[in-house]
C-alpha cells in the first residue's frame, strides 16, 4: 500500500521534537505540505526544508486561532490537523496531597486545551472542503491508569480521548474523520528518557515483560500510524482510539 498525500497540507502541533517531529516527517514523506506549530520556535529549525513553521503557545486560544488562519492563509487549504503537542510538562508522579492547581492546570492546557483550539480554529476550512482528517495523538493513559504516575496526565489524556470521540460525531457529516493514535511508552523526548531512567531497571523489566513486542517503541512507529490516518485509506475510520503500543497484555 503507498499513501500518497500530494496536494495536501496538514497542520502538525507540538512538532519541535519527539513524535511530533516524526509525524512532520512522515507526512512530507508521504508528499504533504506540512505546517508544523510548536511553541519552541528554534527547536523546529530541524524539520524538513519545505515545511512552513509557526510558533505560538497552544494553550492560548487566540494565538492558536491566529496561527491556523495564517496557514490558511499561506497555503491556500487546510485538509488536515494532527495535534501532537502534550506531555507532562516536566512533571514526574508524586502524591495526591503534593499537587497544585498550577501542576494540574498546565498539563491539561498542553493537553486537552490545545487539541480543542486547534480543531475548533482548523474545523471551518475542512468544513468548506466537505473532507478532511483530524488526529489527536492521545496514550495508553487515556485508556488505563498512567505508567507515569501523574494524576493530571491519565486525566487530561482520558478527556481527549473523549474530545476525539465526541468531535468524530459531531464533524462526520461534513466529511472530517477523527481519529486518535493512543502510543505506548515511546522515547522519543527527554523527558520520556528521564522517566524511563527513574523507572530503575526492575520496573523496566516489567514494562517490557507487559508489552507483546517486548520492545519500546518509537517515534517513528507513531507517525506511520498517523500517516495511515491521514490517507484515503482511511476514509471509513472515524471516532477510533488507535493503540500503537507493541501489544498490552
Known amino acids: 500500500m503507498r499513501i500518497d498525500l500530494s496536494g495536501r497540507v496538514f497542520v502538525v502541533t507540538g512538532a519541535a521534537q519527539g513524535i511530533g ?20 520556535g528554534a527547536g523546529m529549525a530541524r524539520l524538513p526544508e519545505g515545511a512552513s513553521r509557526h510558533e505560538a503557545d497552544l494553550g492560548d486560544r487566540a494565538a492558536v486561532h491566529a ?5 490558511a492563509r499561506r497555503h491556500g487549504r487546510i485538509d488536515g490537523l494532527v495535534t501532537a503537542a502534550g506531555g507532562v510538562r516536566g512533571q514526574t508522579g508524586r502524591p495526591l496531597e ?22 475548533q480554529a482548523a474545523a471551518p476550512h475542512m468544513k468548506a472542503q466537505g473532507d478532511g482528517r483530524i488526529i489527536t495523538i492521545s496514550s495508553g493513559a487515556g485508556l488505563r491508569p498512567s505508567l507515569t504516575g501523574i494524576q493530571a496526565y491519565a486525566a487530561a489524556k482520558h478527556a481527549l480521548v473523549g474530545l476525539t470521540k465526541q468531535l468524530a460525531l459531531e464533524l462526520g457529516p461534513q466529511g472530517i474523520a ?11 523526548n527527554p523527558s520520556t528518557e528521564a522517566q ?22 518509537t517515534a517513528e512507529d507513531i507517525a506511520h500510524a498517523v500517516t495511515f490516518l491521514a490517507s484515503d485509506q482511511a476514509g471509513w475510520i472515524s471516532g477510533q482510539i488507535l493503540s500503537v503500543d507493541g501489544g498490552h497484555a
Open 98 to 119: 503534593e499537587i497544585t492547581p498550577e501542576d494540574w492546570q498546565a498539563i491539561f492546557a498542553a493537553n486537552v486545551d490545545a487539541a480543542m483550539w486547534c480543531a
Open 196 to 217: 524511563w531512567q527513574a523507572f530503575g531497571p526492575e520496573r523496566q523489566a516489567q514494562i517490557l515483560a507487559g508489552t507483546h513486542m517486548r520492545r519500546l517503541g
Open 21 to 40: 517531529a516524526a509525524i512532520v516527517d512522515s507526512l512530507s514523506q508521504a508528499g504533504a505540505q506540512v505546517a508544523a506549530i510548536d511553541i519552541d
Open 67 to 71: 496561527a491556523i488562519d495564517e496557514i
Open 178 to 188: 477523527v481519529n486518535s493514535v493512543a502510543p505506548g511508552f515511546v522515547l522519543s
